[in-house]
């Protein structure tokens, strides 16, 4: 079982570590998509979301203060679904459809990321005892 929870840490925050490194990779290009979506700041937003992801999803991966990595991807999660992915607004059936299918990612996302709390810290086969 706990090499599979192990298997399953590596996944989710690997994924997140990935959309990170991406936050950075096409700062620019998503630093203008977020204006456009009417986020304040967007590039200081841009950074700070970034280092969320780098920071939170190594902390699931490596089992490192667990509770700071699952706040910080609900603190990720939540916002950007609502802001960012805001669906219902939109009435480009096209544009609509993409929208949705990433707030529902997100959704299961936060979910996954919300079943971590139901493992009793410390993790097994983390960094920290």
């Given amino acids: ?5 192990l298997i399953g840490r590596f996944i989710l925050g690997g994924f997140f570590v ?6 950075f990779i096409g700062f620019q290009m998503m630093s203008q998509y977020a204006k456009m979506k009417g986020v304040p700041f967007p590039a200081v937003a841009q950074g700070l979301t970034g280092l969320m992801l780098l920071i939170g ?4 991966v490596f089992g490192i203060y667990p509770l700071v990595g699952i706040v910080l ?6 916002p950007v679904s609502l802001m960012m992915h805001n669906f ?8 609509r459809m ?3 299918a990433n707030f529902l990612k997100n959704m299961a996302l936060l979910g996954a990321i ?3 709390l139901a493992i009793p810290s410390p993790w097994s086969l ?4």
């Fill in 18 to 23: 990935y959309s990170g490194v991406n936050h």
């Fill in 114 to 116: 919300l079943m971590l």
């Fill in 98 to 100: 993409n929208d949705k």
């Fill in 73 to 78: 991807m609900v603190a990720f999660l939540l």
């Fill in 57 to 60: 999803g190594l902390s699931i």
């Fill in 126 to 129: 983390s960094l920290l005892p």
């Fill in 1 to 5: 079982m706990n090499t599979l929870v």
């Fill in 88 to 95: 219902w607004k939109i009435e480009d059936p096209q544009l």
